[in-house]
């Protein structure tokens, strides 16, 4: 694979600066490169707000360019380690799969997956995409969206998956409504013939979804008969315990 130097050195400069601010000699000293090198860099940086000099001073620290790319970029990795412990326990105490995932743009793309040992299972989903609304989690972020934001999704056709899937708008509207008060959603073979899933909504310190829990299994044994009830109940539990988790800005339980 062919290398670009130009451009590992300009990130080499800008992780540098994350510990910002600093000058052009401890940049330098950092990336082992010249100072007349680091100067054309951070100066190339600076041009397109990659970088930026501190006011009055010769240090340099991460420009407005950089911080807007990172505070666009969700934060996946996080929402998975505050989460994982949970989809562990979840399908352990209940023998299903258990997953999470996050918006992107009108889909939602499943970031992490809790197998369990049990020999029929759930195929593994991380990484894939699905439109919205087919599956709960994603009804979940949906009956989440602004009033604007929800009508352009309602304007478009909405595929069907199967002849469970919801494909009228006003029938979609009913069930979000129905989401929103409840505070979860249920979905028996909307996407996939032969799999049932519940799930609930994830809030960070903004009180803004940024995320799903499932649990889903095959529709003959999930959920057992009599057991909806606990099921919904362990699943809006542990979503609420991971945006807790959020909020106090920590992987560690909340006191």
Known sequence: MSRVQSIERAFAVLTALQDGPIGVTEVAERVALPKSTVARLLATLVDEDAAEQVPGGTSYRLGPRIVGLAAAVPPTRSIVALARAELVDLAASLGEAAGLSIADGFAVQYIDQVDTPNPVQVR???????????VPSGQVLL?????????????????????????DAAALRRRLRDVLRQGYAWGREEFAL????????????????????????????????GSEDEVTRRVVAAAARISARMRAGSTADPA
């Open 143 to 167: 009956a989440g969206l602004g009033p604007v934001a929800l009508e352009r999704y309602l304007a478009q056709p909405l595929e069907a998956f199967t002849p469970l899937t919801i494909t």
């Open 124 to 134: 593994d989903w991380t990484g894939t995409r699905i439109p919205m609304h087919s």
């Open 194 to 225: 032969g799999i049932t899933s519940v799930a609930a909504p994830v809030s960070d310190q903004a009180g803004e979804l940024v995320a799903a829990v499932h649990v889903h299994g095959p529709s003959y044994r999930f959920p057992a008969p």
